[in-house]
């Protein structure tokens, strides 16, 4: 089709398929070489617990944010793939005492399959449907799981305390370090595998599906397997994060591990950070976390939802205000995928 | 020149409209066929029901040999039919250059390479300067490009445009129709929707004419200027002006 080669298209060829901003880079260096010095400032217990649920949170609402923000679709059910996280490395470190590290790969494989079944009937769906059904499978996980005797019914399981071999039973009983560093590999470890996801093939098809499904199809996307496919990253992502959290707490429920406010959290996390935008998660999750942590304290107990009012007060505002989320405030030429221009 | 497509009594309703009709043509390989019609003459659900977007009640499609009807419009398009749409689909928060990418993707599994192809393409439109721009930021005219230049990323032997000259302003017309003459010099057979009856009869090779979802008439543009049912159907009676 091309005759001439202008020099205008030789100079495009010849530029990098990714930039990278240097400014960015040095930021995320240091962000990152802090965070793991941090455990040696001496933080408080809290410290440390409030970085860990803000790695944590940041991880879930990523997982969220891969599946609304790169394909489109609003799941209102995503403490399924929490839950059979937590349930995973319980189960089978309670009845077969097969370690938690082998019960987070575990955990992984089964939501990704359980988000495939789920997924292949409603992501047919479209808009406010694929929501409503999401919520309604995300409740049926929790009443399944309440009157499921294996599991522990609606008591759940408990853990039990294993002090000889901490690594083995992954529990830390005289320091909530290790599972300060856990959680921050594992919140380095998405961040990593979402930038990838971005730039690779399947980031530019999920994008597509996001923005016009019509054309995506035209294009030869097959939509619905992409959508599928963004639903199992999506599940896969989440799952340890409640097998991490089982750990820490060492008792697994269907209320707690189950519950809806999981499903809402990481959405609202999300929305408040950006939709669609690597950074957007870390951003709400650094906002919001502590407001939850804190208003636990000074309130006492799940913090009298003191939380979730300043929540639902903070969403109204980006909603009016910055609809794309917070991260819309940083400059472009800090954000990832800016180009030359 | 060999047939490259072939539509036989195609039909598709809705309700109690039938907005397509027993609709029977051809298009000849490396030929434009220009399709007419008032609004509602049914022109767009024939591209969807071509393209798979829209299951056809009876009727065929093939393609070559290959009969095409009511297969998924992303295994249709790998199979060389390339679509833009009426009402532009662009991927609003993309780069034009990403837009572009994700229709080279479709033959193309490096993507560097697939980047490359993208700014050939982008090259060929014209609109290398603004590869880096959102297509939120394009003008309709250049929205209308990227949504050619897409198409054309994913290699078509057949290319449907919906109404490439609609809504655009006069300045652009011409360089939108030099663009379609290009995509014929290139061996890409086209079949264009069009209202401007000037362009359509200058570019044509042969006109479809439809009116309330049926066909009203198939010919070279000379005759189509002079039929009586295409002229009482689009342009007009003389009793009527």
Redesign the interface.
């Given at each position: 089709m091309i005759n001439n080669i202008s020099a205008k298209l030789l100079e495009a060829k010849n530029e990098p398929l990714w930039y990278f901003n240097k400014n960015s880079l040095i930021i995320i260096g240091v962000i990152v070489l802090s965070l793991l010095l941090f455990p040696f400032a001496s933080p408080s217990k809290f410290a440390i617990h409030l970085m860990m649920m803000i790695f944590m949170h940041a991880v879930m609402a990523q997982s969220w944010n891969v599946l609304a923000g790169f394909s489109g679709q609003i799941s209102l059910g995503h403490a399924i793939f929490y839950g059979i996280g937590a349930y995973a490395t319980a189960y089978f470190y309670v009845k077969l005492h097969i370690t938690p590290w082998i019960g987070i790969l575990i955990g992984i494989g089964i939501s990704g399959f359980v988000a495939m079944l789920i997924g292949i009937p409603i992501l047919r769906l479209k808009g406010h449907y694929f929501a409503i059904a999401t919520l309604l499978i995300g409740i049926s996980f929790q009443v399944v799981f309440q009157r499921w005797p294996e599991v522990g019914s609606s008591s759940g399981l408990w853990i039990p305390i294993n002090r000889d071999s901490p690594w083995t039973s992954m529990q830390f009983h005289k320091s909530k370090v290790a599972y300060y560093y856990i959680s921050l590999i594992f919140f380095i470890g998405t961040f990593f595998l979402v930038w990838l996801l971005n730039r690779s093939k399947l980031g530019y098809r999920l994008r597509a599906i996001r923005d016009q499904s019509d054309a995506a199809s035209s294009l030869g996307i097959h939509v619905s397997k992409y959508k599928i496919i963004a639903f199992v990253i999506s599940a896969m992502i989440m799952a340890p994060m409640g097998s991490i959290y089982a750990q820490y707490v060492l008792i697994v429920d269907p209320n707690n591990a189950f519950n809806v406010d999981i499903s809402i959290l990481v959405l609202l996390i999300s929305v408040m950070g950006g939709v669609g935008n690597i950074w957007g998660p870390i951003i709400g999750a650094v906002i919001l976390i502590p407001i939850s942590e804190f208003s636990r304290i000074y309130f006492g107990g799940t913090g009298h939802s003191i939380d979730l009012i300043v929540y639902g007060v903070l969403i109204i505002i980006i909603c009016i205000f910055r609809p794309a989320g917070i991260v819309s405030l940083i400059p472009r030429s800090f954000r990832e995928r800016e180009k030359a221009k | 020149m060999s047939i490259l497509l072939k539509v036989e009594n195609l039909s598709r309703s809705f309700g109690g409209i039938h907005a397509n009709s027993d609709i029977s043509f051809d298009v000849k390989e490396g030929e434009i066929l220009g399709v007419i019609g008032p609004n509602g003459a049914g022109k767009s659900t024939l591209f969807d029901l071509i393209?798979g977007?829209t299951k056809s009640d009876r009727g065929q499609v093939i393609l070559r040999d290959k009969n095409i009807t009511n297969i998924?419009?992303?295994l249709i398009?790998?199979m060389g039919v390339?679509?833009t749409?009426q009402k532009l689909?662009?991927?609003?928060?993309?780069?034009l250059?990403?837009n572009v990418?994700?229709?080279a993707?479709?033959n193309e599994k490096n993507?560097?390479v697939?980047?490359?192809k993208a700014?050939?393409?982008?090259?060929?439109v014209d609109l290398?300067?603004k590869?880096?721009?959102y297509a939120k930021e394009l003008s309709t005219g250049q929205r209308k490009r990227l949504?050619l230049a897409?198409?054309?990323?994913?290699d078509p032997k057949l290319l449907l445009m919906d109404e490439v000259t609609g809504g655009v302003d006069q300045r652009t017309i011409p360089g939108l129709v030099e663009l379609v003459l290009k995509l014929k010099k290139?061996g890409i057979t086209v079949v264009t929707i069009e209202h401007n009856m000037k362009i359509i009869m200058d570019i044509s090779d042969r006109i479809l004419a439809l009116n309330q979802g049926k066909r009203i008439a198939f010919d070279i543009p000379k005759n189509i200027s002079q039929n009586s049912q295409v002229i009482d159907a689009y342009l007009g009676t003389v009793d009527a002006a």
């Amino acid at each position: 089709m091309i005759n001439n080669i202008s020099a205008k298209l030789l100079e495009a060829k010849n530029e990098p398929l990714w930039y990278f901003n240097k400014n960015s880079l040095i930021i995320i260096g240091v962000i990152v070489l802090s965070l793991l010095l941090f455990p040696f400032a001496s933080p408080s217990k809290f410290a440390i617990h409030l970085m860990m649920m803000i790695f944590m949170h940041a991880v879930m609402a990523q997982s969220w944010n891969v599946l609304a923000g790169f394909s489109g679709q609003i799941s209102l059910g995503h403490a399924i793939f929490y839950g059979i996280g937590a349930y995973a490395t319980a189960y089978f470190y309670v009845k077969l005492h097969i370690t938690p590290w082998i019960g987070i790969l575990i955990g992984i494989g089964i939501s990704g399959f359980v988000a495939m079944l789920i997924g292949i009937p409603i992501l047919r769906l479209k808009g406010h449907y694929f929501a409503i059904a999401t919520l309604l499978i995300g409740i049926s996980f929790q009443v399944v799981f309440q009157r499921w005797p294996e599991v522990g019914s609606s008591s759940g399981l408990w853990i039990p305390i294993n002090r000889d071999s901490p690594w083995t039973s992954m529990q830390f009983h005289k320091s909530k370090v290790a599972y300060y560093y856990i959680s921050l590999i594992f919140f380095i470890g998405t961040f990593f595998l979402v930038w990838l996801l971005n730039r690779s093939k399947l980031g530019y098809r999920l994008r597509a599906i996001r923005d016009q499904s019509d054309a995506a199809s035209s294009l030869g996307i097959h939509v619905s397997k992409y959508k599928i496919i963004a639903f199992v990253i999506s599940a896969m992502i989440m799952a340890p994060m409640g097998s991490i959290y089982a750990q820490y707490v060492l008792i697994v429920d269907p209320n707690n591990a189950f519950n809806v406010d999981i499903s809402i959290l990481v959405l609202l996390i999300s929305v408040m950070g950006g939709v669609g935008n690597i950074w957007g998660p870390i951003i709400g999750a650094v906002i919001l976390i502590p407001i939850s942590e804190f208003s636990r304290i000074y309130f006492g107990g799940t913090g009298h939802s003191i939380d979730l009012i300043v929540y639902g007060v903070l969403i109204i505002i980006i909603c009016i205000f910055r609809p794309a989320g917070i991260v819309s405030l940083i400059p472009r030429s800090f954000r990832e995928r800016e180009k030359a221009k | 020149m060999s047939i490259l497509l072939k539509v036989e009594n195609l039909s598709r309703s809705f309700g109690g409209i039938h907005a397509n009709s027993d609709i029977s043509f051809d298009v000849k390989e490396g030929e434009i066929l220009g399709v007419i019609g008032p609004n509602g003459a049914g022109k767009s659900t024939l591209f969807d029901l071509i393209t798979g977007f829209t299951k056809s009640d009876r009727g065929q499609v093939i393609l070559r040999d290959k009969n095409i009807t009511n297969i998924r419009p992303d295994l249709i398009c790998r199979m060389g039919v390339g679509r833009t749409f009426q009402k532009l689909k662009p991927f609003a928060d993309q780069t034009l250059l990403e837009n572009v990418i994700v229709g080279a993707l479709v033959n193309e599994k490096n993507l560097k390479v697939a980047r490359d192809k993208a700014l050939e393409i982008i090259d060929f439109v014209d609109l290398i300067e603004k590869r880096h721009h959102y297509a939120k930021e394009l003008s309709t005219g250049q929205r209308k490009r990227l949504e050619l230049a897409r198409a054309l990323a994913t290699d078509p032997k057949l290319l449907l445009m919906d109404e490439v000259t609609g809504g655009v302003d006069q300045r652009t017309i011409p360089g939108l129709v030099e663009l379609v003459l290009k995509l014929k010099k290139n061996g890409i057979t086209v079949v264009t929707i069009e209202h401007n009856m000037k362009i359509i009869m200058d570019i044509s090779d042969r006109i479809l004419a439809l009116n309330q979802g049926k066909r009203i008439a198939f010919d070279i543009p000379k005759n189509i200027s002079q039929n009586s049912q295409v002229i009482d159907a689009y342009l007009g009676t003389v009793d009527a002006a």
